[in-house]
C-alpha cells in the first residue's frame, strides 16, 4: 500500500513537472542525426567545433536564408508525409504576419530548403544550411508528437531561421540567476551562456517573454525553479509558447535588415517619436517588461490577508508572485487559513532567498501552518494550469527578528553575498568550459547571423 502511494505521488510530481515544461524541454537529446543540443537543436559538426571553441579566427555560426527575387528573405519548405501541416502552416503565418520573411512551399524540391518532418520530438537545426554538403538538398525540423501548438511549431521555426535560446544571452545575468543545484544531472551544459563573440543580439535587449525562454521549471530534478528571474515579479513571464513575444519579432527583424527594406519601400526614414509606429508591422519599438506582467503578481507590504486570485472563486492558469516586503527588522509570518492547490500546480513559498524555497501542493499545507522568513522579505511564486479549485488563504503578520540591529543593511550585504557567490559559481563554470574547450578569446565574428558577404 505504501508503495503503491509513493508511485502514485511520484507520478503526480511528474505529471506536475510536464504540465510546466513546454513539449521542446522534453524531447529525448539522441535522435535520428545525433545529439542535441541545449535539448532542441541539431549542430552540424562545424558547429559545434566553434560553440566548443576549437575554431579560432573568422568564422560564421549561423547563417541566415538568403534573399528572394523581391529582395525579402525566402525560406523554401515541403511537408514531409505524417506532418500535421495546417500547425505548420499556422506557425509559419505567424512568422510572417510580424517579420519580412516570406517562406513558400515547394514539394520535392532538391534546392535548400526546410523539410517538416515527424520524428521523436521537437527540434531542429539551427539557421540556413544550404552552404552544407549534407544539407543543400534539405535541413529537417522535427514536428513530433505533442509538438503541434503554435508556440513550439513558432520556437522551432525560430531556430531554423537562426535564433538560439534567450537565457543563452550573454546578458543573461544581469535578469535570471540559473539554479545549477536543482538541474538534472548531465543537463547543465543545457544552460550555457554564450560569449559575445559568439552571438549578436542587434541591441534588443533581454526578454523575458520570448518564445525562445526556457520555463522556471526546465530540467528540473527535484521540482525547483531551475531559472529565476531576478525579480520575482517576473517570474510568470519566462517560459511562455503561445506565439512571438515583440522583441522575438525585433531580433529577427533586426536580423534580416527588414525594418530597412519596409522604410525603403515607403520611402520613410526611421522615426518612432511616440515609441511606436502606426503600422505596427514593423515591430521595432520596444515595450516595458512590467507592461507584460500578470495583473496578478503584487508586492506586499502591510499586514492583512493574502490569496490566490479569484479567491473564494476557483483561480485562472497562470503564474503569479506575491512579494512580500516588511519593514526593517521584522520578519513576514505567514497563517493558512485554506489551500486547496492540485499537485499538478503549486506554491513556491520562499523564506531564506526569493527563489529556492520548497514547493508544495495537495495535502502539504493544512489550515493553520505557518511560515516565517529569515529575513523581512518573503516569497510566493503560484504557478497554476488547473482552473478548478479555490486555491489558498492565509493571514500576513510581521514579528520582531531578534537581536537585529539594521535589517535593511543585514538584508543588503545578504544580497551581496548571494550576488558573490552566484558571480563565483558562474566564473568556476566558465574555467572549466574553458579547461575542456580551450581557450575562446580569439574567436572573431562568431555571430548568430553571417556577414554581408554571406547572405
Not at 173 to 183: P, T
Not at 229 to 238: E, F
Not at 409 to 424: C, D, L, P, Y
Amino acid at each position: 500500500m505504501v508503495g503503491s502511494l509513493l508511485l502514485c505521488s511520484l507520478a503526480l510530481i511528474s505529471s506536475s513537472f510536464a504540465q510546466l515544461q513546454p513539449a521542446d524541454e522534453l524531447t529525448p537529446d539522441h535522435q535520428e542525426a545525433g545529439d542535441l543540443y541545449q535539448h532542441d537543436i541539431m549542430l552540424t559538426p562545424e558547429q559545434k567545433a566553434i560553440l566548443q571553441g576549437q575554431v579560432r579566427g573568422q568564422a560564421n555560426l549561423i547563417f541566415r536564408w538568403p534573399e528572394g527575387n523581391d529582395g525579402y528573405p525566402l525560406v523554401p519548405y515541403q511537408f514531409i508525409d505524417g506532418v500535421d501541416e495546417a500547425s505548420v502552416t499556422a506557425g509559419i503565418q505567424h512568422w510572417e504576419s510580424k517579420t519580412c520573411i516570406k517562406f513558400e512551399q515547394r514539394q520535392g524540391t532538391t534546392d535548400p530548403h526546410i523539410k517538416f518532418e515527424v520524428l521523436s520530438g521537437c527540434w531542429s537545426y539551427i539557421g540556413y544550411l544550404g552552404w552544407h554538403a549534407d544539407h543543400v538538398n534539405g535541413q529537417t525540423v522535427s514536428i513530433g508528437s505533442g509538438c503541434s501548438s503554435l508556440g513550439v511549431v513558432t520556437h522551432e521555426i525560430g531556430h531554423a531561421i537562426g535564433l538560439f535560446h534567450m537565457q543563452s544571452s550573454p546578458a543573461r545575468d544581469d535578469f535570471v540567476l540559473v539554479l545549477y543545484d536543482n538541474i538534472l544531472d548531465g543537463k547543465s551544459s543545457n544552460f550555457d551562456k554564450q560569449t559575445v563573440q559568439q552571438t549578436n543580439y542587434h541591441g534588443v535587449p533581454y526578454d523575458y517573454t520570448s518564445n525562445m525562454h526556457y520555463s522556471s521549471f526546465g530540467f528540473s530534478k527535484n521540482g525547483k525553479m531551475t531559472i529565476a528571474t531576478t525579480d520575482p515579479n517576473d517570474q510568470g513571464l519566462i517560459g511562455q509558447r503561445t506565439g512571438l513575444s515583440h522583441r522575438d519579432a525585433l531580433l529577427v527583424n533586426r536580423m534580416y535588415s527588414c525594418i530597412q527594406k519596409w522604410l525603403s519601400n515607403c520611402s520613410l526614414t526611421v522615426d518612432c517619436p511616440e515609441r511606436w509606429l502606426p503600422r505596427a508591422i514593423v515591430y521595432y519599438c520596444i515595450t516595458v517588461t512590467e507592461e507584460l506582467r500578470d495583473d496578478c503578481s503584487q508586492n506586499v507590504t502591510a499586514e492583512g490577508t493574502i490569496t490566490s486570485p479569484n479567491y473564494p472563486g476557483n483561480y485562472p492558469a497562470q503564474t503569479c508572485a506575491t512579494w512580500i516586503i516588511a519593514p526593517e527588522c521584522k520578519a513576514p509570518t505567514i497563517t493558512f487559513t485554506a489551500f486547496d492547490v492540485p499537485c499538478g500546480d503549486k506554491l513556491i513559498i520562499s523564506t531564506v532567498d526569493r527563489y529556492s524555497g520548497p514547493s508544495n501542493c495537495g495535502d502539504q499545507i493544512t489550515s493553520g501552518q505557518t511560515f516565517t522568513a529569515s529575513t523581512n522579505e518573503m516569497v510566493l511564486q503560484f504557478f497554476a494550469a488547473s482552473t478548478s479549485h479555490t486555491g489558498w488563504s492565509a493571514n500576513l503578520t510581521f514579528t520582531d527578528i531578534v537581536d537585529c540591529v539594521n535589517c535593511g543593511r543585514r538584508r543588503e550585504g545578504q544580497e551581496k553575498e548571494e550576488t558573490e557567490a552566484g558571480s563565483r559559481r558562474t566564473r568556476q563554470k566558465q574555467e572549466e568550459e574553458e579547461t575542456v574547450r580551450g581557450t575562446t578569446e580569439h574567436n572573431k565574428d562568431l555571430t548568430h547571423y553571417t556577414s554581408d558577404q554571406h547572405q
